[in-house]
């Protein structure tokens, strides 16, 4: 049975690391309440032992410790989302061929815009600098940008319509500038 005296060391002690040894629990775990719970549990699996630590100086890391198992402990207990069934789900997994393809013909309609405006259209949707950024990095007026920008997309779209009258595909107004990105 721990003496009075040894009673108030250990409060003394809480008292003056806690803030410290929240700080390490934070390094251990993500969760700012799982790492109070994991101080708090250290510290209730520390009082019994109070007595058995010769070093005082040695108290943090015996505490240390004492949060390592515990959190390992933690882990080791956790619920797995997995539940085993007889029947496999129908998800079907997107393999993203059309997004490639996508991609691909965006990067070939790149190929029909002068080099100003193939720059910026990637710094702006591809780099997805600011109108400002782009300007600063080109050497141009913010105003340059924009019309340079507005006319490229034009032209984006004349060349994705074309497209789509040859091979067929469809497309959205906005897809044009999300595509780009």
């Known amino acids: 049975m721990a003496s009075n005296a040894q009673v108030l060391d250990f409060e003394d002690y809480v008292r003056t690391r806690q803030d410290a040894l929240l700080r390490s629990a934070r390094r251990l775990v993500p969760d700012p309440i799982d790492a109070q719970d994991l101080v708090q549990t250290a510290f209730a699996r520390t009082y019994p032992r109070w007595q058995d630590i010769a070093d005082k100086g040695l108290a943090d890391a015996y505490m240390r410790r004492v949060m390592i ?31 490639r393809a996508d991609r691909a013909m965006l990067l070939d309609a790149l190929t029909v815009l002068a080099p100003k405006q193939r720059q910026v259209v990637l710094l702006r949707h591809y780099r997805q600098l600011s109108t400002e950024e782009t300007a600063h990095a080109l050497g141009m007026s913010v105003g340059t940008v924009k019309s340079t920008l507005h006319r490229a997309l034009a032209r984006l779209r004349a060349e994705l319509e074309q497209n789509r009258h040859v091979n067929g595909y469809s497309y959205s107004r906005t897809e044009v500038a999300c595509a780009a990105a």
């Open 69 to 99: 198992n515990t959190r390992t402990e933690w882990w080791r207990q956790r619920k797995l989302e997995e539940v085993p069934t007889v029947d496999l789900p129908e998800d079907a997994v997107d393999d993203c061929t059309e997004q």
